[in-house]
């Protein structure tokens, strides 16, 4: 059974660009969260979708959005980039039996 | 605002040695979850505990889940150079999917 694909690995931007981050979830997850994580901060939620809606929505600013497409397949884009937003961004799915997450291995993004 | 807090922040051992890593909150989760993250990867689900009490063992890992369901623990034991990580608790809360992470214990083993 294929992980949770993130793309791309890398990726280098510069401040007022957006940029769009995609996660494909573990076939049958329905649940797909994204989360930042930056040296100082940690783990933070960004947001939680469940079938093509958001559930659950972190405190981040309106910059920051998602959506997830009728396959599961979600994507987040941030805009207006700031030196700030450089992180690991991270994509979980989980299937709704099992409380545990599965994460990708994340797109780092960094600002310039 | 920070709602897990972890301790030690960081722990640097030789194999063989024991360790307990703590995960302490005021606020009550309905289940808890610990993973490992690795240098460039995700975080990897180790065990879930959603009862208040619950002791769970994996191999040399034992789990616990504090009674008012506000904090818990990672016990290792005879550790090993591959249990050097990051070890990251994570509380839900209710119904919700939203996980509050802690803020991690950076375990080093040495051989």
């Known amino acids: 059974k294929a992980g949770v694909t993130q793309t791309p690995r890398y990726l280098i931007k510069t401040r007022g660009q957006q940029v769009t981050l995609s996660c494909s979830p573990i076939?049958?997850?329905?649940?797909v969260s994204w989360y930042q994580q930056t040296p100082g901060q940690g783990l933070q939620f960004l947001f939680e979708?469940?079938?093509?809606?958001?559930?659950n929505k972190g405190n981040f600013p309106g910059r920051f959005s998602g959506r997830q497409f009728s396959n599961s397949r979600s994507e987040m884009n941030v805009s207006t980039l700031e030196l700030g937003d450089s992180a690991l961004y991270l994509c979980?799915?989980?299937?709704?039996?099992?409380?545990?997450?599965?994460f990708g291995s994340g797109t780092r993004l960094t600002v310039v | 605002t920070q709602l897990l807090e972890q301790s030690p922040q960081f722990l640097s051992i030789q194999e063989g040695e024991n360790l307990t890593v703590y995960c302490n909150s005021s606020?009550?989760?309905?289940?808890l979850q610990w993973y490992r993250q690795e240098p460039g990867e995700g975080p990897v689900l180790l065990v879930t505990?959603?009862?208040?009490?619950e002791v769970k063992k994996l191999k040399r890992l034992t789990f616990q889940f504090g009674d008012a369901r506000k904090d818990s623990s990672l016990h290792i034991t005879a550790a090993q150079t591959g249990d050097t990580g990051l070890y990251l608790c994570?509380?839900?809360?209710?119904?919700?999917?939203?996980?509050?992470f802690g803020t991690g214990t950076r375990l080093q083993v040495f051989p």
């Open positions: 979980a799915s989980r299937d709704g039996t099992n409380y545990g997450y599965t």
């Open positions: 076939s049958g997850h329905r649940s």
């Open positions: 979708y469940f079938s093509e809606t958001q559930r």
């Open positions: 606020s009550v989760f309905s289940s």
């Open positions: 505990v959603v009862t208040g009490g």
């Open positions: 994570a509380g839900a809360q209710g119904r919700t999917d939203k996980l509050i």
